[in-house]
């Protein structure tokens, strides 16, 4: 593979990769490192596929398992931070659309990874079932429901945070109601 053609290949799928990436593994430097080694053993082992056809799904294969290996190796020696951000750290406040769509991503981190994964797949990355199959390594029917428990576990998850935040905003907003009064 020409210097051309892997510019071409990396180009083309970085972003979706870096995209599944961040879902799977909810931080922005883990996913960059999940991405830049898929296309690393892509530079080592790519060579090898025979049907380029299946390189987009070689890659998002390989950053899956690459995604496994690490938290395995997580399970086992894990890492312990010694500072936490504060939200007082966190000061822009964002619009109302990046509030829903950061709401979303949030309770689709919060989703155990193999639902995580296909519904990632699925609609960050607009995979067919046969993509994510190959892609994951399972079969199809396991993808399908997969998705369907992973869509039903993420709609809970919205009502139940929607659900929340309705409670917090009408003790308060009758709080204020009644000293303006007194």
């Given amino acids: 593979m020409s210097a051309i053609d892997f510019q071409q290949l990396v180009d083309q799928h970085y972003v979706p990769l870096f995209r599944f990436g961040l879902t799977l593994a909810k931080s922005e430097a883990e996913?960059?490192?999940?991405?830049?080694?898929?296309?690393?053993?892509?530079a080592l082992k790519?060579?090898?596929?025979?049907?380029?056809?299946?390189?987009?799904?070689?890659?998002?294969?390989?950053?899956?398992?690459?995604?496994?290996?690490?938290?395995?190796?997580?399970?086992?020696?894990?890492?312990?931070?010694?500072?936490?951000?504060?939200?007082?750290?966190?000061?822009?406040?964002?619009?109302?659309?990046?509030?829903?769509?950061?709401?979303?991503?949030?309770?689709?981190?919060?989703?155990?990874?193999?639902?995580?994964?296909?519904?990632?797949?699925?609609?960050?990355?607009?995979?067919?079932y046969q993509e994510m199959a190959d892609a994951l390594e399972i079969p199809i029917g396991t993808v399908m429901s997969r998705l369907s428990r992973g869509k039903a576990q993420l709609r809970q998850r919205l009502v139940s945070k929607e659900e929340a935040a309705a409670r917090k905003i009408i003790p308060i907003a009758e709080e204020k109601g009644t000293s303006s009064h007194g």
């Fill in 31 to 42: 996913a960059a490192d999940l991405t830049q080694q898929t296309f690393f053993l892509w």
């Fill in 46 to 128: 790519g060579h090898q596929l025979r049907d380029r056809t299946k390189a987009k799904s070689w890659l998002f294969t390989t950053l899956y398992r690459e995604f496994l290996n690490r938290r395995r190796h997580e399970v086992r020696f894990p890492h312990v931070e010694l500072e936490e951000l504060s939200e007082d750290d966190m000061s822009i406040s964002p619009n109302m659309n990046e509030v829903d769509s950061a709401a979303v991503v949030e309770a689709l981190r919060d989703l155990e990874e193999p639902f995580r994964a296909v519904l990632a797949l699925f609609y960050l990355e607009q995979f067919s």
